[in-house]
């Protein structure tokens, strides 16, 4: 493989120098055509339809590249993703405990950065096309007929101020709405160690499952360029049962409803119980020619419905972060002994998220709109903040 992709890249660099000689030309023979006359111009024009002729050839016949598959990917943004769908691989999944990158990528950046990281993510999602336009033509590339499996670890403070930078733009799109969102309580206090079961029958059956799904030949087109997946389809029964479940969703959209504040999550929910159906449907050791059945639709549509109400206690209420720093300096305050400080002793003292001035203060404020604490002033200077004796009550 390594010596392929060398032979590649090799013969990649005399296709580019190729192609900007070309270019060259057509530009020679554009500029001596303006400034000729009669026969002079007519042939320069001739030799100009040449040189495109040879472009539009020379386009055509770039070098096949070696594909290197990865199929895991981490530290990587929507726009690697594309590239490496392009280049390499049909299937890929992105794996990440801190979703970092993923999510400062598709956040923490410029407008309209974000929304085209967005749209790409979306699309990998719908199985849509995903088109890549450059400055320079001949790093354009289309992608169609690959698969993307995302799943991402994240802090809840990390989400929280994602969702405050760029929540309305990833709700409005659709983009969250397409994940499927738990976030169980902690369990820290309670992991006391037990001693693993020596065999563990469930798990190992479903390894194996996994691996004889694994092992399977990728389905492509003649052309070897894109999947050609078959399609599971659901027997009478299930799709009624879904029908049922689409439709019980729709309803609960109104105002006042139970998925009223989920709605991106709530649309799409039809979509993911009959992925979630399929799943189940293959690891129970089913083929694609078998129609899912109503037993398997329903246990999906119980787990969609989880989800559902996982989505609505982990994102409707959002935090800004001035309410977050409050409740970090009100618990440090808790804590100490004495119930009078000054504004420079929370500054050099307190905890590190309040020790901005302008943080500090946003954080003060809410504390004593809630009359947690009383802030003294010398005409408009903070001369001592005072904790309210019930604040801990």
Request: net charge negative.
């Amino acid at each position: 493989a390594l010596e392929e992709e060398r032979w590649y890249t090799e013969d990649l660099a005399v296709w580019e120098a190729q192609r900007k000689r070309l270019h060259s030309e057509a530009a020679k023979f554009k500029a001596q055509a303006s400034i000729k006359s009669g026969d002079a111009k007519h042939s320069t024009l001739a030799n100009l339809d040449l040189i495109k002729e040879q472009i539009r050839l020379h386009l055509d016949d770039r070098p096949i590249p070696v594909r290197v598959p990865t199929f895991f990917y981490s530290d990587i943004t929507p726009q690697g993703i594309g590239r490496q769908l392009n280049e390499n691989d049909f299937v890929g999944s992105v794996w990440e405990s801190e979703a970092g990158v993923t999510f400062g990528s598709v956040g923490m950046s410029a407008p309209n950065f974000v929304t085209q990281s967005l749209g790409t993510l979306n699309k990998l999602w719908d199985g849509a096309a995903l088109d890549a336009i450059r400055a320079d033509s001949g790093r354009n590339f289309r992608v169609y007929g690959r698969r993307v499996s995302i799943n991402l670890m994240i802090q809840p403070v990390v989400l929280n101020e994602y969702l405050i930078n760029a929540g309305k733009t990833a709700r409005g799109s659709g983009f969250l709405g397409r994940f499927l969102i738990t976030a169980p309580p902690s369990t820290m206090g309670t992991r006391v160690y037990q001693t693993p079961p020596a065999q563990m029958p469930a798990c190992t059956r479903f390894s194996d499952c996994l691996e004889t799904l694994m092992s399977k030949e990728l389905p492509l087109n003649e052309a070897g360029t894109e999947l050609l997946l078959p399609m599971v389809g659901m027997n009478e029964s299930a799709r009624a049962s879904w029908i049922d479940f689409v439709n019980d969703v729709e309803q609960k959209l109104g105002a006042d409803c139970d998925f009223c504040e989920i709605r991106d999550a709530a649309a799409k929910a039809g979509d993911n119980a009959a992925r979630i159906a399929a799943v189940f449907h293959l690891v129970s050791n089913r083929t694609e020619v078998d129609d899912i059945d109503e037993d398997t639709m329903q246990s999906a549509i119980t787990l969609m419905y989880w989800y559902l109400d996982e989505f609505n206690r982990a994102l409707k209420d959002v935090s800004p972060p001035e309410l977050l720093d409050a409740e970090i300096l009100l618990s440090w305050l808790l804590k100490q002994d004495d119930c009078h400080h000054t504004p420079r002793q929370i500054q050099q003292l307190g905890p590190r998220a309040t020790r901005q001035k302008p943080k500090r203060d946003a954080a003060l404020k809410v504390l004593e709109s809630h009359a947690y604490v009383r802030v003294l002033k010398s005409g408009s200077q903070v001369t001592q903040i005072v904790v309210n004796p019930k604040a801990s009550a």
